[in-house]
């Protein structure tokens, strides 16, 4: 019997359901915006939150503000989905919305350039790992010289990693790739490491056969840093308007997500069942479950974390956090 046709038939089938899973990982970037609500007391104000169906654990303590009414007791929220990071940039430059979900090194980019932003909490921590098929790579020192190939092409974990290499992390070079080209890559043999974020790694060590995470980068900057295993990668911030006009709802989100986190630190099923039904299509609840596996429920508020967001921000925009003697983070960028 000529197994070849079977075997074909096979690797089609897997390669489809790959395809399909990060289809339904990554569609959302060139989707439409989508609007959700929550609370309709009119005594309160209704406010706008932009975030995106993507991300797991860095929202996760704030809708579970929401579902236990905490968070709808101080307003009425509106929801926008921004469809890519380019987009929320061209959101937050505008002024445009009251509460974002996104990127500290982003926030940070914009609040340089002017816009309204300060940033309220550091609520994503652990998302960046090193991934093989390879037996002969077993830790992170393994990849030196090697080119790694990564995703998405800006992702903030290779600045860091460039940082890194001057305290001692292995010298290596690295290749952007989309997040399609490159599961199709792992998929088809074409690479056989990678370097990429969750939600994309529990989809990917599902879906390509043989391969393991190798290494986390949070360990790794944990180690060379001599400080904790995370980095202040994600968090919520919020227009430098509405705090103006709302100037105690800073420290009331920034109470209600801690308390959360912590709950949810303790049960982080209560976490996956907190975030709207909706996103599910964006992110499979099964590869939630995974990737929490690898993840921290951690909510700090911005002015607690100031040290830690200094010294990765001077790894991500060194000459800008030099300019006019550190005026960032001795501004409003944090918010008090």
């Known amino acids: 019997m000529n197994k070849k046709p079977k075997l074909i038939l096979w690797l089609s089938l897997a390669l489809v359901l790959a395809?399909?899973?990060?289809?339904?990982?990554?569609?959302?970037?060139g989707g439409q915006a989508a609007t959700l609500r929550f609370g309709n007391n009119p005594k309160l104000p209704t406010l706008s939150f932009y975030t995106t169906g993507l991300a797991s654990t860095p929202q996760m303590p704030f809708w579970a503000g929401v579902r236990s009414g905490e968070i709808t007791s101080l307003m009425n929220l509106e929801v926008h989905l921004w469809k890519d990071l380019d987009g929320l940039r061209a959101t937050v430059l505008a002024g445009k919305g009251d509460i974002w979900l996104g990127h500290i090194e982003g926030f940070a980019q914009a609040r340089l350039q002017g816009a309204p932003v300060s940033l309220l909490a550091v609520t994503g921590w652990r998302k960046l790992y090193f991934l093989s098929k390879?037996?002969?790579?077993?830790?992170?020192?393994?990849?030196?010289?090697?080119?790694?190939?990564?995703?998405?092409?800006?992702?903030?974990?290779v600045p860091v990693m460039r940082s890194l290499m001057q305290k001692g992390a292995p010298e290596l070079n690295f290749d952007p790739y989309e997040p399609k080209r490159l599961a199709m890559s792992l998929i088809e043999g074409k690479i056989n490491w990678a370097f990429a974020p969750e939600p994309m790694v529990s989809v990917l060590l599902a879906k390509v056969p043989g391969l393991k995470v190798v290494g986390s980068l949070e360990d790794l900057y944990g180690r060379l840093t001599n400080g904790p295993k995370r980095m202040p990668i994600a968090g919520i911030a919020m227009n430098t308007r509405t705090l103006a006009?709302?100037?105690?709802?800073?420290?009331?989100?920034?109470?209600?997500?801690?308390?959360?986190?912590d709950i949810l630190a303790e049960n982080p099923a209560a976490g996956i069942a907190a975030l709207p039904k909706s996103f599910e299509k964006f992110v499979p609840k099964k590869i939630v479950e995974n990737s929490l596996k690898r993840d921290l429920l951690l909510v700090k508020p911005a002015l607690e974390a100031t040290p830690e967001i200094e010294q990765y921000l001077r790894m991500l925009l060194p000459?800008?956090?030099?300019?006019?003697?550190?005026?960032?983070l001795k501004g409003d960028f944090i918010a008090k």
């Open 19 to 29: 395809v399909a899973a990060l289809g339904g990982v990554y569609a959302f970037q």
């Open 134 to 157: 390879d037996p002969a790579l077993q830790t992170i020192e393994d990849f030196k010289g090697r080119v790694v190939p990564f995703t998405p092409p800006a992702s903030p974990g």
């Open 245 to 261: 006009k709302y100037p105690a709802l800073a420290d009331k989100l920034n109470r209600i997500m801690v308390r959360q986190a």
């Open 319 to 328: 000459e800008k956090m030099n300019e006019n003697n550190g005026a960032l």
